[in-house]
């Protein structure tokens, strides 16, 4: 089942994105932004509904994806269909491309600030008012009815950390470090893999999603944590409950399983993969400071937890 859940995921995938809308592969997040670059914010209609169908066959079925990224493209595409139903034109379109895109990621985290942040900071890059004053609206107003059918809860559930002493700001530091270069790692891995499997796969384009579930699969016969958006796993990390030599596996591992499913032209995000090898590399490394200054640093959670925003921050370029 763990084997051939995300072949079948990528024999459905593939047609969807091939011969309905190309644009619907991989997180969405660079084409959201190409869209506002080159396009003037116009995104056609209907890759909201196949992006939505076809990452909910993705991470369904297994693929080491997340579910943010299409929310966001999911979003854009619904602000950009509004725009062009009115027929709004100039700035204005971009400004509902940013407020599906902000929409999006505050109904799907119960988090308007990081919604509104994420849409002026990386689709739009524009921190004007005459742009932040709707987004800000937009999001708040998809984070209420989000709340009504979902309920008022937070997205991970991460116990209370202090800082222990002062030299933990060294720790800290080392650790943004590291989270720079295995960010590096992971866009660098990412892109390769999407090369090599375009160049030395010779099938057809709407086959290689299944190629990359197999991949996946195979990943997740010795790593099943590897399989979803691996939520689960991310709030065993924040509460230490990881062996680290696990954790630090599940780093390399994540990264690889992640390139299989969206190198091969599956659909999702890497915001929650982000999310994931930065809670798997904190919590590794605070065990590790545990290990060497017990009695000067946090439990290894609360490294997961800052690794988390470290990672994010270099995968988007986003602090």
Known sequence: VLVAAPVIGGLLVGPLISFLAPEARGSGVPEVIQSVLIEGGRIRPRVALIKSLASAITIGTGGS?????????????????????????????????????AAGIAAAFNAPIAGTMFAVE????????????????????????SRLFIGDFVAFEIPPYQLFSPVELGFYSILGVICGIVSYVFIYVLFNTESLIDRFIRIPGYM????????????????PQIMGVGYDTINLALHGDLIWQMAAVLVLVKILATSFTLGAGGSGGVFAP????????????????????????????????VAMGGIVAGTTRAP
Do not use: H, W
């Open 122 to 145: 990386i689709i739009l890059m524009d921190f004007a008012v005459a742009q932040f004053t709707p987004i800000v609206i937009s999001s708040v107003t998809a984070t209420v009815i």
């Open 65 to 101: 994806v997340g579910r943010e990224g299409p929310i966001i493209q999911i979003g854009a595409s619904l602000g950009s269909a509004v725009s062009q139903l009115f027929q709004i034109s100039g700035i204005r379109i971009k400004s509902l491309v940013g407020c599906g895109a």
């Open 274 to 305: 982000s999310l994931f090898v930065g809670a798997v590399l904190g919590c590794a490394f605070g065990f590790l400071v545990n290990a060497l200054f017990p009695a000067l640093s946090a439990p290894p959670g609360a490294y997961a937890l």
């Open 208 to 223: 290689k999603p299944a190629f990359g579930g197999l991949l996946v699969g195979v990943t997740a016969l010795f790593f």
